[in-house]
């Protein structure tokens, strides 16, 4: 895969652990993504948000008592965000 970032709504052509960045709300860092489903946007907005895939996992979902689909990260209650806080826009 030679494309750095994905954007909501674009097909996930590898499973993996994908970096997740928007500008409007924090996200959680990082999210399992499942190939042959589609990026998802914001929750909270339904803004675009940006993936960056950090580590393909092709057998991550071979264990069939293992299903996760994620519709749309859930936006992090403040006490979980961290101090200091760098965001990317999206």
Avoid: W
Avoid at 42 to 49: D, F, G, L, M, R
Wanted: charged share 25%; aromatic share 8%; net charge positive.
């Amino acid at each position: 895969m030679k494309q750095k970032f994905f954007t909501t709504g674009r097909k996930i052509l590898a499973t993996g652990i994908y970096r997740v960045k928007h500008r409007y709300h924090e996200l959680p860092n990082e999210v399992l993504l499942h190939k042959g489903q589609q990026f998802p946007g914001c929750s909270k907005c339904n803004a675009q948000v940006l993936f960056e895939l950090i580590h393909a996992a092709p057998d991550a979902f071979s264990d069939s008592d293992f299903r996760v689909a994620l519709s749309k990260p859930q936006e992090l209650p403040a006490s979980a965000q961290p101090e200091s806080k760098s965001r990317t826009a999206v």
